[in-house]
Each structure stands twice: as C-alpha cells, then as structure tokens.
C-alpha cells in the first residue's frame, strides 16, 4: 500500500464529547503504536499493539482513553468526554515487528475546544 | 527502564557549518538506536539507524557504547536540513521502543 495512512486528519470537538481516531497500518506489519504529540513537544507513547498479544497500555494518560485493533489491520483510538489537554496530534505508526522501524502516519490534529 | 536524552530543544547553525545533535540513553543491554526526523509538513519517518552503519543525506551517526551516546552529525549542513530530529532506542528484545524529547535544527542561510 501507500504507506500508514490515518483519518481524519483534523479534528475540532467540544470539551465532553467522545472522538474516534482511525489508523489504517501497512499491511503484513504486525506492530503498531500510537503515540501523542503535543504542540512543541516530542513523542508520548500511548498503545502498542502486536500481532493477537495482548495490547501494552502502559503509555494511555487516563481511562478516557482506550484503543481497539481487530488482527493485524485498522486500529481505533477513542478519548472520552474530550478535555482541553486531549488537544495534540495523535500519531500512529507500523513496523514489522517490535524494535524494527516504524512508519508513521500523516497523524490526526485533535482541538477540543 | 530504558531511558533517551536529547539535551538540545533548539539548534541553530549557520549553512556550511558543522552540526551535531546529541543523543544520550540509558539502558543495560545492548540497545538499537535510530534517529527520526520530521520536516515542516511533513510525517514523522526515519532517517538511520546504527546497525546500518551508513549514511544517509551526509548525516552519520556512531554509537558509543562507553558514553552511552549516538549522536547524530553532519559535516556541512544545509538549509534543508532544518526539521526536528528524534533519537529513539529498542532494547535488544524489541520489546521496548522510547523516543527522545527531539531537537530542532535550524540551519540559517
């Protein structure tokens, strides 16, 4: 395919409500992560997902968020009842494997206003 | 737990002038270190990693194990290299993937 690809790529929503971020990886990569970055700021893990093994949540901020991956195909973010502080660019990349090299995607501009 | 560093937030060079972006870890094991970069506009993707030993749009990096250190350099740089740089280690399971804070080049004219 093209590559990771990632939708929406904005997203403006009020302060309370859910967003659903989407991430469409390279197919046969079996790794992907979702990562958080904040304006003028690096990279925040969030979520690793690798093949059928249980997710590493390790990096998810709060229970308002949560993240879904059916297989080795699309994953979902989803951020409940949205805070000020959601607002960030929302990455996600693939890699073959764990510790490989991940491709990113185009990621998703989050403003909750 | 593994640990990247990343002590410059900004960098600003002159065009034609040597630049080097520091990169410092903390791990036990024997890691594999990469750097990443992002220009203006552009996805996040990777620009090397050590175990490739190559050069790649005349940046090299070496790691040193004694230091703890993989910076990245480039002899003479230019203006297009301006973009923010990430140094990212995976520990030797691949069980573990950290990101450094990030340094922004900018390289002026």
């Known amino acids: 395919g093209a590559g990771v690809s990632q939708s929406p790529s904005n997203k403006v929503t009020e302060k309370g409500k859910d967003v659903e971020l989407r991430c469409d990886p390279i197919?046969?990569?079996?790794?992907l992560y979702w990562y958080r970055q904040r304006l003028g700021q690096g990279l925040e893990f969030l979520i690793y997902?690798?093949?059928?093994?249980?997710?590493?949540k390790s990096g998810l901020p709060s229970d308002r968020f949560s993240a879904e991956r059916t297989g080795e195909s699309v994953s979902t973010l989803t951020i409940q009842r949205t805070q000020q502080e959601d607002s960030a660019v929302y990455l996600c990349a693939a890699s073959q494997d764990r510790g490989e090299t991940q491709y990113f995607g185009p990621g998703t501009r989050l403003l909750v206003l | 737990a593994q640990r990247v560093t990343q002590p410059e937030k900004l960098l600003s060079v002159f065009k034609g002038a040597p630049v080097e972006l520091k990169c410092n870890y903390s791990y036990s094991g024997s890691p594999e270190l990469f750097w990443y970069v992002q220009y203006s506009r552009q996805r996040l993707q990777l620009l090397l990693r050590?175990?490739s030993r190559e050069s790649i749009k005349g940046f090299t990096a070496d790691l040193n194990k004694g230091e703890t250190s993989f910076h990245l350099k480039k002899p003479f740089a230019q203006e297009e290299d301006s973009a923010m740089y990430y140094c990212?280690?995976?520990?030797?399971?691949?069980?573990?993937?950290?990101f450094g804070p990030g340094t922004r080049l900018s390289v002026l004219p």
């Open positions: 990212a280690l995976s520990d030797n399971y691949g069980q573990n993937f950290v």
């Open positions: 050590h175990i």
């Open positions: 197919s046969g990569h079996t790794a």
């Open positions: 997902f690798q093949g059928n093994s249980a997710p590493d």
